[in-house]
């Protein structure tokens, strides 16, 4: 078997790193070719087409346009490192970068997207920190599940419900922003966050679900607005303020 060759194409802000595997260097070199021109018309289905058809995966991915051709997208890539989103992007679909082996990085800049699908993070085990777009108003549930090694992640005003199993088995999780506009927390969000010890609530939640902890009351703080209603076991710890 060839050994993988790699080879750099840039044009402007798109970089892709291409692996070509099975190929020599004369068919890579045509093919990388072909993707520096497509890049540059922004012709994604013949990119999509030479990019699969060929088992060449990017270490680095500007995502410009959802086909419903793959809905997966990068799912279980083994060498995807960074995402980027860019504007035109309005949904990330069900599973698109779920079990990303290499995902360090998932950049929405000044991205419109208002909808995660579920599970699309789920399994990335080295992605650390994450601010989602304050356009996003939903995610699937089981959307960051199983990312263990994830520590922050900052979620959207727009955000009203934040989804079941959402953020079950981040080991590490220990900081979470939660903004004034989210409103409910659904079942076993934070199931298993053994590392997150203070979780502020906004005063937009009126209400704590307490299936939403799992059994965390021996190590979680939750911080809720006064007048709040907690129906939640006494064994948990509870902050009121004003």
Request: hydrophobic residues 35%; glycine residues 4%; positive net charge.
């Amino acid at each position: 078997m060839d050994k993988i060759k790699k080879k750099r194409v840039k044009r402007k802000q798109f970089e892709i790193i291409s692996h070509t595997h099975k190929l020599d260097n004369c068919v890579a070199h045509i093919l990388i070719m072909k993707l520096s021109i497509l890049l540059a018309k922004k012709e994604w289905d013949l990119i999509y087409s030479i990019v699969f058809d060929n088992f060449i995966e990017g270490k680095v991915y500007i995502i410009n346009e959802y086909r419903t051709e793959f809905p997966g997208w990068f799912r279980h890539s083994k060498h995807l490192r960074r995402v980027f989103v860019s504007s035109q992007i309005t949904i990330l679909p069900d599973y698109s970068l779920q079990d990303c082996a290499k995902l360090t990085t998932i950049d929405f800049g000044d991205s419109k997207v208002t909808h995660i699908g579920k599970s699309v993070f789920y399994g990335n085990f080295i992605l650390k920190r994450v601010t989602l777009p304050e356009s996003l108003t939903s995610m699937g549930e089981s959307c960051f599940s199983w990312c263990g090694r994830l520590e922050y992640i900052k979620l959207s005003p727009n955000l009203k419900m934040i989804p079941r199993f959402c953020f079950d088995i981040c080991s590490r999780l220990k900081e979470v922003i939660i903004p004034e506009g989210v409103e409910y927390f659904q079942e076993e969000v934070f199931t298993d966050c053994d590392s997150l010890v203070n979780l502020r609530m906004p005063t937009t939640v009126t209400e704590v679900n307490p299936a939403s902890f799992g059994d965390h009351k021996h190590f979680l703080t939750i911080h809720v607005f006064q007048g709040t209603i907690c129906g939640i076991s006494p064994d948990y710890r509870i902050k009121y303020y004003d």
